[in-house]
């Protein structure tokens, strides 16, 4: 059984900073790409960041310089470190991975993050 557990959303003032985990089970970690998603309100869920199982990253332009992913393969666990926290920050963000060889896909339940004064 798949899981990915989210944790680390909450309430934060603009240019603030949040720190998101992922902590996933039953996949082989080290084969998934791992990836952040967020969805607000009324849109439709977007990517945020990736990284590939030999590190290499990429972003939404809105987050570069902002946002930085990583993953603890030791822990099977992914981050999204968030600083400058801005008002249209704030979604739901999920955890996403896939296999790079099954081209398996799974999401985690997702955790609110709110950006606001």
């Known amino acids: 059984q798949v899981q990915l557990v989210e944790s680390g959303g909450g309430l934060e003032q603009p240019g603030g900073s949040l720190r998101l985990s992922c902590a996933a089970s039953?996949?082989?970690?080290?084969?998934?790409?791992m990836a952040w998603y967020r969805q607000a309100p009324g849109k439709q869920r977007i990517l945020v960041a990736r990284i590939t199982t030999q590190g290499i990253t990429n972003y939404a332009d809105s987050v570069k310089g902002r946002f930085t992913i990583s993953r603890d393969n030791a822990k099977n666990t992914v981050y999204l470190q968030m600083n400058s926290l801005r008002p249209e920050d704030s979604a739901v963000y999920y955890c996403?991975?896939?296999?790079?060889?099954?081209?398996?896909?799974?999401w985690g339940q997702g955790t609110q993050v709110t950006v606001s004064s």
């Open positions: 996403n991975s896939r296999g790079i060889q099954s081209g398996s896909v799974h």
């Open positions: 039953g996949i082989v970690f080290s084969r998934n790409t």
